[in-house]
Nanobody, 115 residues
């Protein structure tokens, strides 16, 4: 059974940090790229960051460059999004997606940036 389970979301103050994780099972994780998307209320889902299957190539939305870092550990079947210096506009539901032979989505984890 394929599963992608996000964790690590929560309430954080502006300027703070959060570390989101995406635990994968049921498929060959090392052959899949990992992407993080987010969707704020009333807005379309947007791509935040992506990393290639081997971890050698990463890309980021302009809005998060220099603040967020994406990584994946193929030995632990885990993807991670380190979020630093968060801003209120980072508030959204964050989703992990594994892209490969098939595309798999997690259920999402809520991030709220507020005083």
């Amino acid at each position: 059974q394929v599963q992608l389970v996000e964790s690590g979301g929560g309430l954080v103050q502006p300027g703070g940090s959060l570390r989101l994780s995406c635990a994968a099972s049921g498929f060959l994780f090392s052959t899949y790229a990992i992407l993080w998307y987010r969707q704020a209320p009333g807005k379309e889902r947007e791509l935040v960051a992506g990393i290639s299957s081997t971890g050698g190539v990463t890309n980021y939305a302009d809005s998060v460059k220099g603040r967020f870092t994406i990584s994946k550990d193929n030995t632990k079947n885990t993807g991670t999004l380190q979020m630093n210096n968060v801003k209120p506009e980072d508030t959204a539901m964050y989703y992990c997606m594994a892209r490969g032979t098939y595309n798999y989505w997690g259920q999402g984890t809520q991030v709220t940036v507020s005083e």
